[in-house]
């Protein structure tokens, strides 16, 4: 179908809707659950990694810690390659209202799946996780796009604020899950974070009202025969994926490092094919077309930031555990408090971003030129690490708290810049046709960093400190640099961004 089966749910509010803090009321109901879910997922996820290295005498999974790191990055590249699934499911078959719902329901039953101590339940719990955050993931950020009219200046600071409230949730996870975890053990901390994705779903489905796209129709909805067949392939390949995974397992084929090099085979092919989807789509035009070369270049920062990104949750989390001190000031915390940190400097440093963007207006910098200065940022967090970890003989020191505070003060601002900048790009260079799949092709770059990264973490603690962060810190900032040096061609292609 080629027009939306509900046209007036599809459109955004108008632009003299100023009810949160200048910006659509909507933007209030999608932050509150944005609040919640990352509450959930980064609380889980920085104790995630802990929980794989720890000792089972201690509760954990006994795993070591490259191996701790690249399974937890696995999971993270499953969760971001659900996403493409979930794009397509909002557009043809369920709309956004309801994806970011049923998205929600299977990411809390996961949580409360993994609230159980039985390792059989901690991988069920993560793929409940898996499939639910691939359906809300982006469908939420589609979802704010729809709150303004492609021109309205006030859309880059509106994802900004957007990603404040993620981040305020990124700030109060850890600290609440590393608690519990430490304290309590880690199921507790696990249990934390399904009453925080709950609180999430009441807090959406009460704001509905306000919000764009929240028609109970898919915008491009498929022919009732094709939804049908679509609906039985689905839960029919659900199933048998299921089922033949379970039996390579019992048989001893599927291993676990199988698993791993399997999704990081996915994640490089899942981007390749859908671009190449996308630009032969006759639902395209050839003005979509040609936004879509210069989205490819976006594409490839992103992928180079986030395998920066999500090492604040996996081996930062290992070298703080380990080689850092956990007391400022006379108190001490939780290694996995460190994740915190990254979440506190995003809040902080969101709104002024926004403000700054707003007074700007037109004279702010290029899209690209924003997401660039990102890549270049978190590519610096990690050779800044070289400093406190180089000059020891061995692994037994400890660097001062303030270097991976300052660490992730440079991976946070360089997120607050590549992130809001890339997913408002993502909404306006997204061909109509494609939208929720455009932004779930945005998600896509996440799983794809995850994938590398499961590969690259196997390495960490058999190649010195230094030289693990130091490397991946020069590949970023050089990945940052050549988006700057192509800015000109970015910016006449890259219309109507700016």
Known sequence: MDEPSDPSAEQPPPQDDH???????????????EVWERFSFLGMQAILVLYFADTAADGG???????????????????????????????RILG???????????????????????????????????????????????MVGKLYRTDDDRRDAGFALYY?????????????????????????????????????????????RHLAGR???AAYA?????????????????????????????????????????????????????????????????????????????????VAFNFILFQAYSTMMLLASTNAETTILGFDFPASWYASALGAFEVALAPVVAALWARMGH??????????????????????????????????????AWWIVGSYLLLGLGDVLLATSGMSATSKLAPRAYRSQTMALWFLSLALANGIQAQVVKVYGHVSNPVYFGVNGAVAVAAGLTVIALAPWLRRTMHPVH
């Open 222 to 302: 498929l022919a009732p025969d094709a939804m049908r067949r679509a609906v039985w392939w689905i839960t029919g390949g659900c199933l048998a994926a299921a089922a033949l995974a379970t039996l390579l397992a019992v048989a001893g084929w599927l291993t676990m490092d199988r698993f791993v090099d399997l999704l990081t085979l996915l994640s490089v092919v899942a981007p390749v094919v859908y671009f190449a989807v996308m630009f032969r789509s006759p639902r395209v035009t050839p003005e979509e077309r040609g936004r879509l070369r210069p989205y490819v270049v976006l594409f490839l920062a992103s």
């Open 164 to 208: 404040m409230a993620i981040n305020i949730g990124a700030f109060a996870g850890p600290l609440v899950t590393g608690w519990l975890g430490e304290h309590k053990g880690w199921h507790w901390g696990f249990s934390a974070a399904a009453i925080g994705m709950t609180a999430g779903l009441v807090q959406y489905v009460l704001g509905r």
């Open 19 to 33: 009810a949160f803090l200048g910006h659509p009321r909507g933007l209030a109901t999608l932050s509150g659950l």
């Open 363 to 400: 004279s702010q910098p290029h899209a690209s030129n924003k997401i660039a200065f990102g890549v270049v940022l978190g590519g610096l967090s990690f050779l800044l690490m070289v400093i406190p970890t180089s000059g020891h003989a061995g692994d037994a020191y400890e660097m001062a």
């Open 215 to 217: 028609g109970h129709s």
């Open 96 to 142: 956004s209202y309801r994806a970011v719902l049923w998205g929600g329901i299977l990411i809390a039953c996961g949580h409360y799946a993994m609230a159980v101590p039985a390792t059989a339940m901690t991988w069920t719990g993560l793929g409940l996780i898996s499939a639910g955050t691939g359906l809300l993931k982006p469908n939420v950020a589609t």
């Open 61 to 91: 999974l006994g795993m070591a810690p490259g191996t701790a790191a690249s399974v937890a990055a696995a999971y993270g590249t499953m969760v971001y390659l659900v996403s493409v699934a979930g794009g397509w499911l909002a557009d």
